[in-house]
């Protein structure tokens, strides 16, 4: 993505077992460790999370290394975010336990939600051995796969999951994630389009800004701004919505309608850098060096931003003060010796100053980096053919 980054993700833990207060039903479990392991859960549902820890400890008071308290203390652990203490409890629960379901499901979110994907994907196909038909667990290690950009793995993956379950919804999401990541915007518009289908009524805000988004990379950005304008109906504030339709706009050089969205999200995130220097740029094709030069300034006065300083040298270029614009850019390719359209802006500049030798000079400079520009070798031919 762009700015921040969209997540659809697969349930959560919880979502995906039976209650764990019916497991403690197994014969041989005292009655007093049930009460307490029912009670224990039933606090960790209410994210009563310190009640939680006292009852599966008095289990442990009275039963040293039960399956259901070490389980249940690594649950605890694993819903304040503390995935290292959660990883210790579950990992004693399958030391003395071996094969312990729920401490396995537990331990690989743990590791998943530490990125460490390569451990969840190790233990979720320990699981699978035994019950290779678990949609919950396929759609994870599908998504495992994924995030360690395995493409062929987690496709497989998900494929197997709409098999068993046709429009799954978990598995719809990840495929047109899966596709995005490698820049096959088509092939993730078909997956997400799909979800409109199967719950058109119902819609998750996340499916039409990723759709619109695909439109944005697509460049067909009049259809994206359907997308993005039914997200921002059912959540006027949201940020890929604004962001979207302010993109969009921009693509399809309507920058009066972008400044309006960049300003929205402005009105809520005043410091956003990126939007700042958005909404310079939009002000600056409009012919408005003024509104944005402050822009500009405001988001250079946050941290210094390349885009922003190239803004404020174009305004200097725009306003005829290519001395100015000469030095500014050059300043800029000093600290980015790499980056192809300073040496065209710099370059266009000199031929704005008659020095046409000067501007051949700074496009010849840039190709000695043996980087390919296809901008920068048609600018060259012109001036070396005199058709400037």
């Known amino acids: ?32 460790i049930s009460e307490l392991s029912k009670k224990g859960y039933s606090f960790l549902k209410e994210n009563k999370i310190n009640y939680a820890i006292d009852s599966f400890k008095e289990i442990l008071n009275i039963e040293d290394n039960n399956n259901y308290a070490l389980v249940g203390l690594g649950d605890c652990e694993r819903k304040r975010g503390n995935f290292k203490e ?36 190790d233990i979720w196909e320990q699981y699978l051995v035994h019950d290779d038909r678990n949609i919950t667990v396929l759609t994870r290690v599908a998504d495992a796969y994924r995030k360690i950009h395995d493409f062929k793995k987690s496709k497989q993956l998900y494929l197997q999951v709409l098999d068993m379950e046709e429009n799954n919804a978990y598995a719809l999401i990840g495929l047109g994630h899966l596709h995005y990541d490698f820049k096959e915007y088509k092939d993730a518009l078909y997956y997400w389009t799909k979800m409109l289908e199967v719950n058109p009524q119902n819609v998750d805000i996340r499916v039409l800004t990723s759709i619109g988004n695909c439109h944005r990379k697509l460049k067909t950005f009049d259809q994206g701004l359907t997308y993005f304008e039914r997200a921002l109906e059912m959540d006027p504030k949201n940020f890929y919505a604004l962001f979207g339709l302010a993109d969009c706009y921009r693509g399809l050089n309507q920058q009066f309608r972008s400044i ?62 290519y001395e100015e ?37 700074v496009l010849t400079s840039f190709q000695k980096y043996g980087i390919r520009s296809q901008a920068v070798n048609e600018m060259l031919d012109k001036l070396e053919g005199n058709h400037f």
């Open 1 to 32: 993505m762009d700015v921040k980054k969209m997540s659809m993700d697969v349930p959560d833990f919880e979502d995906a077992l039976a209650d764990p207060s019916l497991i403690v039903a197994e014969e041989g479990i005292s009655k007093e």
């Open 86 to 121: 959660a990883v210790d409890f579950y990992s004693k629960c399958l030391s003395y336990h071996p094969g312990n379901n729920y401490a396995l499901f537990g331990l690989a979110d743990c590791y998943k939600a530490m990125n460490q994907f390569i451990k969840a994907i």
């Open 260 to 321: 309006e969205y960049w300003n929205k999200i402005l009105e809520m995130d005043a410091n956003n850098k990126v939007i700042l220097t958005r909404a310079g740029d939009a002000y600056r094709n409009t012919g408005d060096y003024k509104t944005a030069t402050e822009y500009y300034n405001r988001a250079m006065d946050i941290d210094f931003d390349i885009y922003a300083a190239l803004g404020l040298a174009l305004i200097c270029k725009g306003e005829g003060k």
């Open 325 to 361: 614009a000469v030095e500014r850019l050059s300043s800029l390719i000093r600290n980015d010796e790499k980056n192809y359209r300073l040496y065209i802006d710099l370059a266009d500049c000199y031929v704005k100053m008659n020095q046409k030798q000067k501007a051949i000079d």
